[in-house]
Nanobody
Framework: QVHLVESEGRLMQPGDSLSLSCTAS????????MGWFRQGPGKEREFVAG???????YYGDSVKGRVTISREDAKNTLYLQMNNLKPEDTAVYYC?????????????????WGQGTQVTVTS
């Protein structure tokens, strides 16, 4: 069973940049697709970015061009770099892992989740 822990969220201002990390323990992330999702206040959880075990990247429409996902299997860590933050980026951010390969932007394809970290963007 893999245990995922996101880095601490922060209070940010519009236009800021933020890097989140997600460290896994219990099993290697190597060979597994991974993703970032978020859930804003009063909203459903949505796909932010995903990366296959081979390194192919996918992004949600709402963040495309402002976000970069990466992974460092040797450190068992997933990253999310977010630039030009907007108030609508305010959400709890979750990292997730697929035990078996599935649709990269599908919530149901992921079976291990972190506890989430709050990112708030406000002026």
């Amino acid at each position: 069973q893999v245990h995922l822990v996101e880095s601490e969220g922060r209070l940010m201002q519009p236009g800021d940049s933020l890097s989140l990390s997600c460290t896994a323990s219990g099993r290697s992330i190597g060979g597994h697709n991974m993703g970032w999702f978020r859930q804003g206040p009063g909203k459903e959880r949505e796909f932010v970015a995903g990366i296959t075990w081979g390194g192919r990247e996918y992004y949600g429409d709402s963040v495309k061009g402002r976000v970069t996902i990466s992974r460092e299997d040797a450190k068992n860590t997933l990253y999310l770099q977010m630039n030009n933050l907007k108030p609508e980026d305010t959400a709890v951010y979750y990292c997730a892992l697929q035990t078996r390969d599935g649709i990269i932007n599908s919530i149901t394809a992921y079976d291990s989740w972190g506890q989430g970290t709050q990112v708030t963007v406000t002026s």
